[in-house]
């Protein structure tokens, strides 16, 4: 157990729908990172975020977002969904802004249908 | 940018034999390398990291790598594997004042009897 806790664990929709993906990072870290993978693209990295402020976007879609609260738990907030968002999104934390090791949530499994 | 290539899509290996997997980046200076596993619907564990010093990283579970500068590789190892171990491993690569980690397609580890 790494300490970060992902909610829900799954979730099925259908396309066009917004859904919100929760993440509590582990105690005392302060950078919470959001990741999706697919069988084709792998792991990506989609946003980070440092005690509150969005520090970089990878390949994130404009129609996600995310923030990150005062007490560091974070949301991923997915919108529009189309099938090709069907993918485990991951939730990393860590200490430190990067270069810091991260620690990963069990992650979210997405089901667009 | 940095970039990871795990070239083995799956390596099948029997019980207490040992098991190396392969692992090349590509980045100008040292990079932060990290190797994580993720058994079947479960999330990213980590396995170990390098961020400088001995090249020679001992990990949990047994395992080990080596960061070889002169190879851009950093390959990691068992002596003798379980049918636990049998999982999808990812090699990572961050780097100084990057957000992200980058991360290999993965190497899914078959156990046989």
Same mark, same amino acid.
């Given at each position: 157990?790494?300490?970060? &806790?992902?909610? #829900?664990?799954?979730?099925? =929709?259908? =396309?066009?729908?917004?859904?919100?993906?929760?993440?509590?990072?582990?105690?005392?870290?302060?950078?919470?990172?959001?990741?999706?993978?697919?069988? !084709?693209?792998?792991?990506? *990295?989609?946003?980070?975020? +440092? $005690?509150?402020?969005? @520090?970089?976007?990878?390949?994130?879609?404009?129609?996600?977002?995310?923030?990150?609260?005062? !007490?560091?738990?974070?949301?991923? $907030?997915?919108?529009?969904?189309?099938?090709?968002?069907? /993918?485990?999104?991951? %939730?990393?934390?860590?200490?430190?802004?990067?270069?810091?090791?991260? +620690?990963?949530? #069990?992650?979210? @499994?997405?089901?667009?249908? | 940018?940095?970039?990871? =290539?795990?070239? !083995?899509?799956?390596? &099948?290996?029997?019980?207490?034999?040992?098991?190396?997997? @392969? %692992? $090349?980046?590509?980045?100008? /200076?040292?990079?932060?390398?990290?190797?994580?596993?993720?058994? #079947?619907?479960?999330?990213?564990?980590?396995?170990?990291? +390098? *961020?400088?010093?001995?090249?020679?990283?001992?990990?949990?579970?047994?395992?080990?790598?080596?960061?070889?500068?002169?190879?851009?590789? *950093? $390959?990691?190892?068992?002596?003798?594997?379980?049918?636990?171990?049998?999982?999808?491993? *990812?090699?990572?690569?961050?780097?100084?004042? !990057?957000?992200?980690?980058?991360?290999?397609?993965?190497? &899914?580890?078959?156990? @046989?009897?």
């Amino acid at each position: 157990d790494s300490g970060v &806790t992902q909610t #829900p664990k799954h979730l099925i =929709t259908a =396309t066009g729908q917004r859904v919100t993906l929760r993440c509590s990072p582990r105690s005392g870290d302060l950078s919470v990172y959001w990741y999706q993978q697919s069988l !084709d693209q792998g792991l990506q *990295f989609l946003i980070h975020y +440092y $005690n509150g402020e969005e @520090r970089a976007k990878g390949n994130i879609l404009e129609r996600f977002s995310a923030q990150q609260f005062p !007490d560091l738990h974070s949301e991923l $907030n997915l919108s529009s969904l189309e099938l090709g968002d069907s /993918a485990l999104y991951f %939730c990393a934390s860590s200490k430190l802004a990067p270069p810091d090791t991260q +620690y990963f949530g #069990p992650g979210t @499994r997405l089901t667009v249908l | 940018a940095q970039s990871v =290539t795990q070239p !083995d899509i799956h390596i &099948t290996v029997s019980e207490g034999a040992s098991l190396e997997l @392969r %692992c $090349n980046y590509s980045y100008g /200076a040292t990079p932060y390398l990290f190797w994580y596993v993720q058994s #079947p619907g479960q999330g990213l564990q980590l396995l170990l990291k +390098y *961020f400088s010093g001995d090249t020679l990283v001992q990990g949990i579970k047994g395992f080990e790598a080596e960061f070889k500068r002169s190879q851009s590789s *950093f $390959n990691l190892r068992k002596p003798s594997v379980h049918w636990s171990d049998a999982a999808e491993y *990812f090699c990572a690569v961050g780097a100084p004042n !990057d957000y992200k980690l980058s991360f290999g397609a993965g190497t &899914t580890v078959t156990v @046989r009897a």
